[in-house]
């Protein structure tokens, strides 16, 4: 495939696995697993294994290492048959800091080698290190450094699967674009970085386009009673009655659950921007391939998870059985292998998640960081449609400009559209560089995202 035709491609498998994992994991959660045939839809019982769907997420974030075994299998490869060959047709792929240090006198390698494939490919830009003077090698025990962010996964994952339960696929994804303000909240604290005016503008913006977004689902959950009867009536009779029913509304069981949802998927950012934040830090401060980085969070992540289940079940799940629990790992299992959909998309989600991450890490070393919010924004947007289009959820106008205000603080922090007003531009000098800068957006490298 040629190199121009390899970005497209990247760009699109990134947006086509992003939306299949959010849509796919959706679909896991409505799958009954008792009183599938009773007629009162309040005895029927889905499938509710936020943990264990945390689990799923760190075996497809595993599954990166076998990208990493093929890649070092082909080497290999054309090692040794350049060895047999007598030839120099073969060069091991070259860091970011070596690549440009390389003498091409001394090199004997032809423009046609394999090496200088690789180099040109963006899809094996994750497969390089970030190797520079001033980073030493993330390697021994200090690999167990990435056992913080994926510790920070877990909680953050947890809480949004959770929150996926209880919400639309759209109003969750939607309500993950608070993940902005906290990444920009603790870029300040934690490292050190300067936000400008427009910057504090467009997090101001974001919030107040996630508070819509929940209104839109807290209003329009739930059957819609009909107020023609009271179309007649005078006009301090009909404010008294939207009140009444406004109140109502409010405290249905219904509106509870979107609620409840929403702040879950909101707080679950605060760990999400913990983990982005800490594997920037790491990132800065060592060299490792970033799709290393995601298989050791996968390994850290996996082992952790799966010890915490262990105790969770053996504490609080056993006491919760025959009752659908969170935490009763051995009924969660039983459903997950003797129900057909549920396993097929368990391992369908595995696929999506470790490709999410692969052609999104592809996307970002090849593109710019800033690329990534315009796809997470498509993928927002083609997630709504599906679930339109499935009759998962109804259309809802205030949603729409809340999904706009998203989208526009969303640009507006990543220097995708310029500010407004131009006293919030930075000044001088300073704008150029930020100017220069743009394409890479607010952070040097974007962080990883894993969902």
Known sequence: MAVKAVIPFLVTMMLVTGVCNTLLTKLQDMQCVRNCDSKDKKQKQNFEQPVIQTVQMFIGEMGCWLVVLGFYLQQQFLARRSSRSGSHLY?????????????????????SSHSAIFDASPA??????????????????????????????????????????????????????????FVGLFSVLFLKRK????????LFIVVLGVA???????????????????????????????AREIAIQAAAPEVMRTITGILLIAFAQVFT????????????????????????????????????QIVLHFSVGVSSKGQNGFFDAREGYH????????????????????????????????????SRSIIDTCRTLFIWIVSLGLGWESFKWLQVVGFALLV???????????P????????????????????????????????
């Open 91 to 111: 060069k091991p792929l070259p860091t970011d800091n070596t690549s440009e240090a390389i003498d091409d006198a001394d090199d004997p390698r032809p423009l």
């Open 124 to 181: 094996l830009k994750p497969l390089i290190s970030n190797t520079t003077e001033d980073r030493k090698p993330l390697t021994g025990w200090k690999t167990v450094l990435l056992a913080i962010p994926a510790c920070c996964d877990i909680a953050g994952t947890t809480l949004m699967n959770v929150g996926l339960l209880l919400v639309a696929a759209s109003i969750y994804q939607m309500t993950r674009g608070a993940l902005v303000l």
């Open 195 to 202: 936000l400008y005016l427009y910057h504090w503008f467009s």
């Open 212 to 242: 819509i977004v929940g209104l839109a689902g807290a209003l329009f959950t739930g059957d819609k009673h009909s107020a023609s009867s009271t179309s007649n009536a005078e006009k301090k009779e009909m404010l008294v009655l939207l």
């Open 273 to 308: 921007a913990t983990q982005f934040c800490v594997e920037e830090w790491i990132l800065e401060n060592y060299a490792l391939e970033p799709i290393r980085v995601v298989g050791w969070e996968g390994i850290f992540g996996f082992c952790v998870t799966i010890f915490a």
């Open 335 to 370: 459903q997950v292998f003797n129900n057909r959909p549920i396993a097929i998309t368990s391992v369908l989600i595995m696929i999506s998640i470790g490709g999410f991450n692969f052609f999104g890490l592809s996307v970002t070393r090849s593109i710019s960081a800033t």
């Open 408 to 418: 526009y603080g969303t640009f507006l922090f990543n220097d995708l559209v310029r």
């Open 420 to 451: 407004p007003i131009r006293a919030l531009m930075p000044r001088g000098g300073e704008a150029e560089r930020r100017r220069r800068l743009s394409e890479g957006g607010l952070l040097p490298e974007e962080p990883i995202e894993h969902m």
